[in-house]
Each structure stands twice: as C-alpha cells, then as structure tokens.
C-alpha cells in the first residue's frame, strides 16, 4: 500500500511539473492533487528534492525492467535489440510528461544526487549497447563500437525531441528497424 502511494505521489509530481516546471510545482500541489495532506507526503519524501530523485530513478526503473524482459525472451540478438530500441519510443507515448520534464533537467543545474542518477543511467545505456552490439557482430565492431553508440543515441535523441516537441506520430518500429538495419537503408519518413 505504502508503494503504491509513493507512485501515485510519483505520477501526480511528473504530471504537474511537466505543465509547471519541477521547482514550481509546490509540495502542496502534488498532495492536493493525491487527496493526501502535506505532512503525508512528507512520510514518504523527506523533501522535495528526494521526491526530484525518486522520479527519475522510478522511470530508470520501469525501463530496465521492459529492456530485461525483453532481453529474457529468447528472440535472436538482432531481434532483442530492435525491440529494446524501441522501448524508449513506447515509453514517450505513455509517458510524454516525464520526457519533458527530463529535458528540461538536462539543460539546468541539478544536485549531485540526480546528476549521479543521471549519469547511472546513462552508463547503464553505454553498456547495453555495447552488450547488444557485441552479440550481433561479435568481435569485429569493437574498432567502432564507441562511434556506432555515439550516432545511434544521437538518432535516438533527435528523433524523440522530434515527436516531443513538434508532436510527430512516427512509427518506433520502423525506427528501430532503421537503427538496427545492417545495410543502412532509411525506412522512416516525417511528414
């Protein structure tokens, strides 16, 4: 029960602050929004700062669990691959706000805490494309590895900033089939 009210807290604070911004969404807000009283949320975050940090970690998270579930599936490596690249094109349709909020956070100072998080998670990526990579094409790629992660996060990035903020409905699956295509053949076209 305690979980589920920490997540439900979790929700509402990505709600709000992807209409807001993090730092003017006030603690109040978020307990009105949960039907709970200020001191309550307080039993679950010790601040408001926390809570910034639960948030993040909370998604990291769900997407670790959908990239493992996947990787559990006894699909070929190439298949794994293309269907964990597009686990972050599902996420941003479900989860549009936490994106924004994300971004936003990208571009401001935050607290070493988050910065840490932050960082976890981004070297948690590095390695599963290099994982994945490396189950593909074996040994061979290792000359590239680091420029291929590079041009294939960088797609990722512009594509996701492109149906964030442009609100584009672009197809993941041919995304992903682009990214993970050996020959190089573009399938995705913006409207």
């Known amino acids: 029960m305690k979980e589920e009210k920490k997540e439900e807290i979790i929700e509402s ?10 730092y003017n969404t006030s603690v109040q807000g ?4 949960c039907g709970i009283s ?10 408001k700062e926390k809570l910034h940090i639960a948030i993040f970690q909370y998604y990291f998270e769900q997407m670790h669990e959908m990239l493992g579930k996947i990787d ?15 686990v972050p094109f599902d996420q941003l ?5 936490f994106f924004i909020i994300y ?3 990208q571009n401001f100072s935050i607290n070493k805490e988050l910065q840490g998080v932050m960082h976890q998670s981004q070297l948690d990526m590095v390695k599963w494309y290099k994982q994945n990579l490396e189950r593909i094409y074996g040994n ?20 996701m900033a492109t149906i964030l903020f ?14 993970n295509e050996p020959h190089g053949r573009c399938s995705t076209s913006i409207p």
């Open 72 to 86: 559990n599936s006894g699909l070929s490596p190439r298949e794994i691959m293309r269907q964990q690249l597009r």
């Open 38 to 47: 200020k001191g309550a949320f307080y039993h679950y975050f010790d601040s």
């Open 13 to 22: 604070a990505i709600k709000l602050s992807a209409k807001h911004g993090f």
């Open 140 to 159: 061979a790629i290792q000359p590239f590895i680091s420029d291929i992660i590079l041009l294939i996060e960088g797609m990722r990035n512009s594509y």
């Open 30 to 33: 978020i307990a009105d929004d």
């Open 166 to 179: 442009h609100d584009l409905r672009l197809d993941a699956d041919r995304i992903a089939h682009f990214f």
């Open 103 to 105: 971004l936003r956070e």
């Open 93 to 97: 349709s479900k989860q549009r706000e």
